[in-house]
Nanobody
Framework: QLQLVESGGGLVQPGGSLRLSCAASGFTLDGYAIGWFRQAPGKEREGVSC????????NYADSVKGRFTISRDNAKNTVYLQMNSLKPEDTAVYYCAAVDARDNDLVTNQAICVPLIYDYWGQGTQVTVSS
């Protein structure tokens, strides 16, 4: 069974940091484009950061540039989202997602943060930034 499981969410004060992890099971993330998305109450799901299947291209939402970093460890079959200088507006449920780049040429060398193109999703982890 193909599965993505996020962890690392929680409550943090403004200015603090969190590192989200997304562990894959049932398949190997190597060669998959990956993405982190978030959804706040009453808002649509939005792309936060994405990485191409090749791993050579990344993309960040303007609101998180310079504060968040996406990475992957193929040996651990895990992707990460390092979040620094957190703000209250970062509060949301964060989801990781993956799509096999061998099935979608668009994401082999491009980091595309469009939810519709991703096939596999985790269950989400809550991030709350509040004093």
């Amino acid at each position: 069974q193909l599965q993505l499981v996020e962890s690392g969410g929680g409550l943090v004060q403004p200015g603090g940091s969190l590192r989200l992890s997304c562990a894959a099971s049932g398949f190997t993330l190597d060669g998959y484009a990956i993405g982190w998305f978030r959804q706040a109450p009453g808002k649509e799901r939005e792309g936060v950061s994405c990485m191409s299947g090749s791993g050579l291209s990344t993309n960040y939402a303007d609101s998180v540039k310079g504060r968040f970093t996406i990475s992957r460890d193929n040996a651990k079959n895990t992707v990460y989202l390092q979040m620094n200088s957190l703000k209250p507006e970062d509060t949301a449920v964060y989801y990781c997602a993956a799509v096999d780049a061998r099935d979608n040429d668009l994401v082999t060398n491009q980091a595309i943060c469009v939810p519709l193109i991703y096939d596999y999703w985790g269950q989400g982890t809550q991030v709350t930034v509040s004093s």
